[in-house]
């Protein structure tokens, strides 16, 4: 029997474990009441409302629903803008609403919600602040429980100032925060020259949560063809380590940092690692699209194992046990252990 098919067992070993398993497993993120802190991250699995019941039957926490795209509302609003269909701003909602692609993620919130007893994160994928944001009142009004805004963005103007990336992350928030009173997650690209000081600062404008980090489109070049082509499209065991690093840096150095990593999470014990950097949930997707929901339990089981045989009886209890509050873990994420590492073999 395999390590995690172990896990599995003791998982569901009776009604009395089951019970304890869902009180030490339970977190907290972006304000949010979770059972464990395994999210099945947003990806094509979560755009629909029958998968996303399985994945939820599987034991996922909570579920981030694929992203709507910024271009995609900006889009309809201005079809609506030329065919005039809109007076008042009510009747603008109404009629955007009964149009395409929008409507249907209304419909999806509204089934996912229905058929899942977990919190439900709606998310757009989003580059500028615009006229995009009132969607957001739509989403709520859906029923979604939060509001994840996926800032996927490189900056390529060789004239931009400094700072003014970050400052558009700003913007993004400032503008949807006016338009819901939903717990706003921010999801990060790992481009940024100093998250710290961003992360901090999102709070401040009323950022619930941040997550580290967002997965990026990944470019390959075909040397016989000479042309490009799409790189890996899941993520890889050696992706998680530069979250682990920020979340380490970020949970202590940024006050009431609340943080999920995201990015090359393959198992249980991946999870453990994201708790102890700082971290109080994770979202996860290439693990599910690899080994199928049953993974999520699995993985689940791995958890809980480690943390009996650790005697942790919470995730609370752990949870930035190896942030960079500690000198000497500090370390292990700055620029130390860089000398230790590398130095020795030039
Ligand atoms: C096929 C695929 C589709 C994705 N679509 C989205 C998306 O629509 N919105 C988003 O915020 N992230 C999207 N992501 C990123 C994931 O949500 C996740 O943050 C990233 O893949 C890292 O987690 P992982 O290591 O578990 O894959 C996608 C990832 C994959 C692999």
Redesign the pocket.
């Known amino acids: 029997m395999s390590d995690s098919s172990k896990a599995v067992c003791y998982y569901h070993k009776n009604e009395n474990s089951i019970i304890t398993t869902m009180e030490m497993l339970k977190t907290s993120f972006a304000g949010l009441v979770l059972k464990n802190p395994l999210i099945v991250?947003?990806?094509?699995l979560t755009n629909n409302a029958d998968n996303n019941a399985r994945l939820a039957q599987a034991g996922a926490a909570a579920i981030?629903l694929?992203?709507v795209f910024e271009e995609q509302i900006v889009r309809e609003s201005q079809h609506l803008a030329q065919t005039g269909a809109h007076t008042e701003e009510a009747d603008y909602m109404q009629a955007y609403l009964q149009a395409g692609v929008l409507n249907e993620y209304i419909t999806l919130i509204k089934q996912s919600k229905q058929r899942c007893d977990i919190p439900i994160i709606a998310?757009i994928?989003c580059n500028t602040p615009g006229n995009w944001e009132y969607f957001a009142r739509a989403i709520e009004e859906a029923g979604a429980d939060a509001l994840?805004l996926?800032v996927?963005s490189i900056s390529t103007d060789i004239e931009a100032p400094y700072g003014a990336f970050e400052q558009r992350h700003i913007d993004i928030l400032k503008a949807a925060r006016k338009e819901t009173r939903l717990p706003l997650i921010i999801?990060l690209g790992n481009n940024l020259s100093c998250p710290v000081r961003l992360i901090n600062e999102l709070y401040a404008n009323g950022a619930a949560a941040v997550?580290l980090f967002?997965?990026f489109y990944h470019p390959d070049i075909d040397i016989d063809k000479m042309e490009y082509t799409a790189g890996h499209?899941?993520?890889e065991p050696a992706?998680l380590s530069n979250a682990l690093r920020w979340t380490g840096i970020a949970s202590a150095t940024v006050k009431n940092a609340n943080i999920a990593v995201?990015?090359?999470?393959q198992n249980g014990k991946d999870i453990v690692k994201a708790i102890l950097a700082g971290a109080t949930a994770v979202?996860?997707?290439?693990?599910i699209?690899r080994h199928g929901d049953e993974w999520i339990t699995t993985a689940l089981g791995e958890i809980e194992n480690w943390m009996h045989q650790n005697n942790f009886g919470s995730i609370a209890s752990f949870a930035g046990k190896l942030n960079a509050k500690a000198p000497a873990h500090a370390d292990n994420l700055e620029r130390t252990q860089f000398l230790k590492y590398f130095g020795s073999h030039l």
């Open positions: 991250s947003s990806c094509g981030v694929k992203s998310s994928n994840e996926n996927m999801k997550v967002n997965r499209i899941f993520s992706d995201s990015g090359g999470i979202e996860v997707c290439s693990a699209y």
